[in-house]
């Protein structure tokens, strides 16, 4: 008991506020019972990688709003995939990110640090331009692979759930799913998606992802999306290995 009030004085108020003093207890349980299972304070890891990749860098801007001096998509990619990947974490995956820095990374280094980290998805970030200043709202690509039937339809439905959260937390304009042939989301093998989070060539869509509220608004939609998507896939496969399960004897 005194050990547990001990442990109350001593564990930082933000665990206490998450839920995750239970684990920090649990932790310090099996420290005094030398246990190989003691383990920091953090989230319990489920076992799913994500890579994320913020669209372009360093010399290759990307798109540019029409403000001077102007916006940079580059700028933007990073500041809302950093925001994705803490939503992530705090939601207890693995996130790794392509870039987390404003330099340049090749299409095919892209992917090959995807295929090195064998993720169990693949989510590149860009945001929009068109000559059309009126263009405004979110957009997701797949890329409908012929070889891989499987792998196309995973992407869609995948861009389907990253979109509908998106849309659920900022109130953009829905501009659907749709089929496109980007090198990196064509030579991925695992289900790939693109999110064009918004256009930067329409002022009204442009003023909301300069605020930062709003970036983190849709970034934290982009996460719950990825996370709706993989616990769908987590449960099916659990109920998959239950009804395949033969106990030995
Ligand atoms: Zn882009």
């Avoid at 090749?106 to 263009?135: G, M, W, Y």
């Avoid at 957009?139 to 995973?154: D, T």
């Avoid at 439905?157 to 959260?165: D, G, I, Y």
Wanted: proline share 6%; net charge positive; hydrophobic share 35%.
């Amino acid at each position: 008991m005194i050990y547990f009030l001990l442990l109350l004085l001593v564990a930082p108020l933000e665990a206490v506020r998450d839920g995750r003093m239970i684990i920090a207890r649990e932790g310090l349980v099996d420290v005094n019972k030398q246990s190989p299972m003691a383990h920091p304070v953090q989230p319990p890891y489920r076992k799913e990688v994500i890579v994320l990749d913020p669209g372009h860098g360093g010399k290759d801007h990307g798109a540019k709003s029409l403000t001077k001096p102007p916006i940079l998509e580059k700028h933007l990619t990073l500041a809302c995939t950093q925001v994705v990947r803490h939503s992530l974490e705090k939601l207890g995956y693995r996130p790794l990110i392509t870039r987390k820095s404003d330099h340049s990374l090749a299409l095919e280094e892209r992917v090959e640090f995807s295929k090195a980290s064998q993720p169990d998805i693949f989510v590149s970030i860009h945001f929009n331009s068109a000559p059309n200043t009126d263009a405004h709202g979110i957009e997701i690509y797949y890329f409908p692979s012929k070889q891989n039937k499987e792998r196309a339809c995973l992407s869609e439905e995948l861009a389907q759930n990253v979109l509908r959260r998106s849309l659920e937390w900022t109130g953009a304009n829905n501009r659907l799913v749709k089929r496109g042939d980007f090198h990196v989301i064509r030579e991925n093998d695992v289900p790939s998606i693109l999110v064009e989070g918004g256009f930067m060539t329409n002022d009204q869509e442009l003023e909301k992802l300069k605020n930062p509220h709003y970036l983190k608004r849709l970034g934290h939609g982009i996460a719950k999306g990825i996370d709706d998507y993989l616990t769908k896939h987590r449960q099916e496969k659990q109920q998959h290995h239950r009804a395949t399960y033969h106990p030995p004897g």
